[in-house]
């Protein structure tokens, strides 16, 4: 269970309330160590309970002199992970080499609730690290600290250590006089203890293989068989000197062992060697993923000791540590089906702790039920593809003529056009549609204009992705890697097209798909994002996100919205950062099987996915 500290101070005490804390204290701690098969926050959490009724039951008898009196703070350790609460106006402070950390701002208290009674609420867990140094101290030693700026000096300590904080305290002997109170150091440092083999599992380990051990079964057998006694003649009568022949001794024949009893040997013999070098190898399999498994839990402690700072850089540092432990871990949980269950649970623990971790640092939402926006009916239209503009979805085909409307409120209208379409993009009152290989057509207050063929670039041009900004037209072609803009002159008119990427850029090979808010964003076939700016490449974001991208689709954003959209089918989600490649947001949802598009709404507060012959919206 760990270890418990208890700090507390009763002001104003009346001769009655003498031994009020140390009662206090035993509550707890009787609580808290009544059993050892519940985890140290769920004892913490019925000690407090306990503590509780405890308090009311005094109150009730009308001791209420305690209220407003009392500062307790209690603390579990156990494994760096720890559990604390506190009432008043005692303070918790984490050091962490220089960094002070205020770490009971994290308790929320709700109003006192005179019946039942409640002091106190809620509990505060995290992890921490070796080296790391808590201090629990009452307000004057908290403002003695701060005024003479201690905290500082101590984290300049490295490790802390008693004999330190004692040459500290010792120069300020005086001042320290002066004051009354509590300060309570813990200082968490590794124990070695020496001479004490750890304990892998339960399970005996069997005894190095010895072959005399193996193989004593058969010497017994063989020395079961008992030779014939061999037997000379009798001698009689008087001694004469006749020449002596040596006997003629015959010995008896040894029985051989039949060939069915050696086959029996043999097989016996590899079994058993068979079965002690299976055991040899198990549990050497053993030690070595409990090696493996103790190195990860101890990168996701220093995971989650960073996240105790609740800084973007100590979150991103701890994200990485426990993508790395999620990759590890992994690849551990798909080797033990063979080793202990006991060793197997502790292994999938700990991967669905990362896991939550992970979900809930990367911002990770799964839908069970998304909102179903509308369903097609094959017979009706096939929908590939689609494009948001102001009242409506709109969804479209390469494969089939006519468009496919869906108006804010669900309901479909089937717009006919005897033509394919293989992109779109919006602008400011009417949305373009274009059919390969350089067709354009404008669709105003749902009614199409006469089709504008587009000049073409060079030879072999091909259009795969297309996006507007200020009535400019931006093309993607992937073969040749290039971007080519047709700059606008007046209503449905563009001129020449033009190279955009600067001559001493590389070509876009890997690009995937384009977004424009005044710079160019691109996707790239590794999952990371250049942004271009007049031809020229700006920045490129790796995407440090969970669970880590495989292969994504597509990128939208416009000059309206602060965020970059990214869809990836084959994780079945959608992800929103900022512009900075932080993680905003992610949906996923198993019901998104077959994502073959997605548009947003103008103000970025609605999010339609294309799955099939379902589109869903989700409502951000």
Not at 4 to 29: E, T
Not at 142 to 162: Q, V, W
Not at 256 to 261: D, E, N, S
């Amino acid at each position: 269970m760990g270890s418990l500290y208890l700090a507390g101070v009763l002001k104003n005490a009346l001769p009655q309330n003498l031994h009020f804390l140390d009662k206090l204290a035993k509550v707890i701690q009787k609580e808290y160590y009544r059993s050892t098969v519940r985890k140290p926050e769920k004892a913490l959490k019925e000690g407090l309970k306990e503590v509780n009724e405890f308090l009311e039951q005094i109150a009730k008898k009308g001791d209420v002199s305690w209220l407003g009196n009392l500062s307790f703070a209690v603390l579990s350790l156990k494994n760096y992970e720890l559990n604390f609460t506190k009432i008043g106006d005692l303070k918790i402070f984490l050091l962490r080499g220089k960094k002070i950390i205020d770490i009971d701002r994290k308790l929320k208290f709700d109003d006192l609730q005179p019946w039942p009674l409640k002091i106190f609420g809620n509990i505060v867990s995290g992890k921490l690290a070796e080296d790391d140094v808590l201090l629990v101290s009452t307000k004057e030693v908290t403002d003695f600290f701060e005024k003479e700026n201690l905290l500082s000096e101590i984290g300049k300590i490295c490790p802390t250590n008693e004999k330190g904080l004692r040459e500290i305290f010792d120069k300020r002997k005086e001042e320290i006089l002066k004051i009354s109170g509590i300060s309570l150091f813990i200082i968490l440092t590794k124990e070695v203890i020496s001479d004490i083999k750890q304990v892998i599992s339960e399970k005996s380990y069997p005894k190095e293989f010895n072959l005399k051990e193996v193989f004593s079964p058969f010497f017994v057998f063989f020395k079961k068989i008992k030779l014939p006694a061999l037997s000379l003649p009798k001698l009689s009568g008087k001694l004469k000197r006749p020449e002596i022949k040596p006997p003629k001794i015959r010995l008896p024949k040894i029985p051989k062992p039949g060939k069915k009893l050696i086959l029996i040997s043999a097989l016996a013999l590899f079994l058993i060697m068979g079965f002690f070098i299976s055991q040899f190898q198990g549990e050497r399999k053993l030690k070595e993923c409990q090696i493996t498994l103790n190195e990860i839990q101890e990168k996701v402690n220093r995971a989650e000791g960073f996240l105790v700072l609740e800084t973007p850089q100590t979150e991103k540092e701890a994200n990485l540590l426990l993508k790395e432990s999620w990759e590890e871990i992994s690849q551990l949980s798909e080797i033990v089906s063979n080793l202990p269950r006991d060793f197997q649970s502790q292994v999938f623990s700990l991967k669905d702790e990362v896991s939550k971790t992970l979900s809930e640092l990367n911002k990770l939402e799964t839908i069970e039920e998304p909102e179903l926006f509308f369903d097609f009916s094959p017979q009706r239209f096939i929908p590939q593809k689609m494009v948001f503009f102001k009242d409506g979805v709109y969804f479209f085909s390469p494969y089939s003529e006519n468009l496919f409307k869906v108006t804010g409120e669900g309901k479909g209208i089937l717009i006919e056009k005897g033509q394919k379409f293989n992109l779109a993009a919006s602008l400011s009152d009417s949305t373009l549609f274009f059919s390969k290989p350089n067709q354009l057509v404008n669709l105003k207050d749902d009614q199409f204009s006469q089709a504008l063929s587009l000049e073409e670039p060079y030879p072999d041009f091909n259009f795969d992705d297309f996006s507007s900004y200020r009535s400019n037209l931006y093309f993607l072609d992937k073969n040749s890697g290039e971007i080519i803009t047709y700059p606008h002159l007046k209503d449905f008119e563009w001129g020449t097209p033009q190279l955009w990427l600067d001559r001493e850029e590389k070509k876009l090979l890997q690009a995937r798909s384009l977004a424009i808010d005044g710079s160019i964003w691109l996707l790239d076939k590794n999952n990371s994002l250049s942004r271009y700016y007049a031809g020229r490449l700006q920045e490129k974001i790796a995407l440090e996100i969970f669970p880590e991208p495989k292969e994504f689709k597509k990128i939208f954003t416009s000059p309206a919205l602060p965020y970059l959209y990214l869809l990836e089918s084959v994780q079945k989600r959608v992800v929103i950062i900022d512009k900075k490649g932080q993680i905003v947001k992610q949906f996923q949802s198993e019901k998104f099987d077959n994502l073959l598009d997605f548009a947003v709404s103008e103000d970025g507060g609605t999010i339609w996915l294309l799955n099939g012959l379902k589109a869903y919206q989700i409502k951000i």
